[in-house]
């Protein structure tokens, strides 16, 4: 079987009614990106980004995967297919993806605030524990907080990405903008012969100087078309 990776971002979602970061109207002209996903704005008002969290939280119960997420998930059918997503949703394993990566963390889960990246302190929540309060605690006695990697913090499963991109026949890039590193550097560990697609409405820059196959159109529709195209290359 042939291996694919699918680089997602936040436009994976769009068609869910999950805003976008970037764009205009989304959530970092919203929310000042320094309050609410940065270390530093955790320290200064913990309560403002533990209630902006619950909130998104709390929106994964009134959205749906949509045909895009299918589209990926049906992939298995064929390909080997691992998901590196920067989305912190869990769209894609609802729509039926039983290999992501999360680079940026997950909403489903809380960690401590000490030791955010200690796997014994990383905990799923259950739909009825989505609200995180002040003095709710992790394992280890410390403030619980968001499992989401925060600017300026590592990232720590992009070691493990980095290995799946470099072993794949196929990357397709879906929704992302590709202005967050590390991980639009994931491109740089493709092999010479590995196909690029990349699938987004906008014009996006890939910051790679390799042929890249674009179908500039929203996922669900992309992917359609990339499935015609995958059939008959
Ligand atoms: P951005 O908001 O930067 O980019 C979203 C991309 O989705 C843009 O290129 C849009 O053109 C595209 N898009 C919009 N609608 C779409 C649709 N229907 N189908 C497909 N694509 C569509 O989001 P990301 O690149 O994901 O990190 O941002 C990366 C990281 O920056 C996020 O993971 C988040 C953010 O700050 C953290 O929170 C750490």
């Known amino acids: 079987m042939k291996?694919?990776?699918?680089?997602?971002?936040?436009?994976?979602?769009a068609e869910s009614g999950i805003s976008t970061f970037r764009d205009a109207g989304g959530l970092w002209d919203q929310y000042p990106v320094e309050q609410v996903a940065t270390p530093e704005g955790y320290a200064a008002n913990p309560k403002l980004?533990?209630?902006f969290y619950n909130a998104r939280r709390?929106?994964?119960l009134t959205?749906?995967?949509?045909?895009?997420?299918?589209?990926?998930?049906?992939?298995?059918?064929e390909y080997e297919v691992t998901v590196v997503t920067q989305n912190v949703d869990n769209l894609h394993e609802r729509a039926g993806s039983t290999h992501v990566i999360h680079l940026h963390g997950e909403l489903t889960k809380v960690t401590s605030s000490q030791n955010p990246n200690d796997p014994r302190q990383i905990r799923e929540l259950l739909p009825e524990e989505y609200e995180i309060k002040i003095g709710d605690k992790a394992a280890d006695g410390s403030q619980l907080r968001p499992f989401i990697v925060w600017f300026g913090e590592s990232v720590p499963n992009i070691e493990?990405?980095?290995?799946?991109?470099?072993?794949?026949?196929?990357?397709?890039i879906i929704g992302t903008s590709l202005n967050v590193y590390p991980a639009a550097g994931l491109l740089y560990?493709?092999?010479?012969?590995?196909d690029i697609y990349l699938i987004d409405p906008?014009?996006?820059?890939?910051?790679?100087d390799r042929y890249v196959h674009v179908i500039q159109k929203g996922a669900s529709e992309g992917m359609r078309e990339l499935n015609d195209l995958l059939r008959t290359t």
């Open 160 to 172: 493990v990405a980095a290995d799946y991109v470099g072993e794949a026949d196929i990357v397709i």
């Open 58 to 60: 709390k929106q994964l």
């Open 3 to 13: 291996k694919i990776v699918v680089l997602t971002g936040a436009g994976m979602s």
């Open 202 to 208: 906008a014009e996006v820059k890939v910051p790679y």
């Open 49 to 51: 980004v533990t209630d």
């Open 189 to 194: 560990y493709t092999k010479d012969k590995t």
């Open 63 to 77: 959205v749906e995967p949509n045909e895009g997420h299918r589209l990926v998930a049906a992939l298995e059918k």
